[in-house]
C-alpha cells in the first residue's frame, strides 16, 4: 500500500512564507504526476499546482507567482513553497500522486491527509 504524508503546516501572518512536504512510501514502481490541492470549510478541493513527471508544472491562477511546486524523484518527494501567502490561502493542502504500483498494471491516484495552513494576523 502506498502512503502519501505531508508535512510543513501552520500558523503564519500574511505576507509570509511556508514550505510544504510530501512524502510517497510503498511498493513503488514509478511515481507519475504530484500535485497539491486544497480546501477551505465549505469549499471544494480545488488544485493549487501541479508536476509532471517530466517536469511540466500548472500553477491555479490565485498563487501564480506566489507558489513554487518542486519534486524529488530520487526521495518520491514533492514540495510546495508558498509566498506571499494571503489569508485566502487558509485551508488544508493535500499532497496527492498518481502511482505504479509493482502489483498493478494501471495507475491509481493517492491521497495524502492534508495539512493544516492558516494566515493570519
Known amino acids: 500500500q502506498v502512503q502519501l504524508v505531508e508535512s510543513g503546516g501552520g500558523l503564519v501572518q500574511p505576507g509570509g512564507s511556508l514550505r510544504l512536504s510530501c512524502a510517497a512510501s510503498?511498493?513503488?514502481?514509478?511515481?507519475?504526476?504530484m500535485g497539491w490541492y486544497r480546501q477551505a470549510p465549505g469549499k471544494e478541493r480545488d488544485l493549487v499546482a501541479s508536476?509532471?513527471?517530466?517536469?511540466?508544472?500548472r500553477y491555479a491562477d490565485s498563487v501564480k507567482g506566489r507558489f513554487t511546486i518542486s519534486r524529488d524523484n530520487a526521495q518520491n518527494m514533492v514540495f510546495l513553497q508558498m509566498n506571499s501567502l494571503k489569508p485566502e490561502d487558509t485551508a488544508v493542502y493535500y499532497c496527492?500522486?498518481?502511482?505504479?504500483?509493482?502489483?498493478?498494471?494501471?495507475?491509481?491516484?493517492?491521497w495524502g491527509k492534508g495539512t493544516l495552513v492558516t494566515v493570519s494576523s
Open positions: 508536476i509532471t513527471s517530466g517536469g511540466s508544472i
Open positions: 510503498g511498493s513503488i514502481f514509478r511515481l507519475n504526476a
Open positions: 496527492k500522486a498518481v502511482i505504479t504500483l509493482y502489483s498493478r498494471l494501471s495507475d491509481l491516484a493517492y
